[in-house]
């Protein structure tokens, strides 16, 4: 699975997955994707075969059932952060998304159009 990841997340997030073998990109680390707006970001991504890793759960839920309703083939997946079980600006929260998001690609076959939660039980 490749993976996109909004921009509220740090780079290094997508760092620490690249070292793990997984194909992960950031939106901090893309000049021309920050401050895209979430239907362009998703869009970006069905282009990229990537799913979107994001915690903007009601804007990307109503942009993700758009796409539903509009296009023939589904989405490559998005994987929602819930903010209360991962707030990203504790300390240690870029090694606690990281290894969620890691373990989730790794152990979790995604079939196309799937929506997963990472909720902090990970």
Same mark, same amino acid.
Request: net charge negative; with cysteine; aromatic share 4%.
């Given at each position: 699975m490749r993976l996109l990841i909004d921009e509220m997340f740090a780079a290094a997030?997508?760092?620490?997955?690249?070292?793990?073998?997984?194909?992960a990109i950031a939106i901090q680390?893309?000049?021309?994707? &920050? !401050?895209?707006p979430d239907?362009?970001?998703?869009v970006h991504a069905? *282009?990229?075969?990537?799913?979107? #890793?994001?915690?903007?759960i009601a804007d990307f839920v109503a942009v993700e059932t758009a796409w539903r309703a509009e296009q023939p083939?589904?989405?490559?997946?998005l994987i929602l952060v819930h903010p209360r079980?991962?707030?990203?600006?504790? &300390? !240690?929260?870029?090694g606690r998304i990281a290894q969620a998001l890691r373990a *989730?690609?790794?152990?979790?076959? #995604?079939?196309p159009g799937t929506i997963l939660w990472l909720d902090g039980s990970a």
């Open positions: 997030i997508a760092e620490s997955l690249r070292d793990s073998g997984i194909d680390e893309v000049p021309e994707l &920050r !401050g895209l239907d362009q970001v998703f069905q *282009l990229e075969q990537r799913c979107v #890793v994001t915690e903007n083939r589904p989405h490559r997946g079980g991962f707030p990203r600006h504790r &300390r !240690g929260a870029i *989730l690609v790794t152990e979790t076959d #995604v079939e």
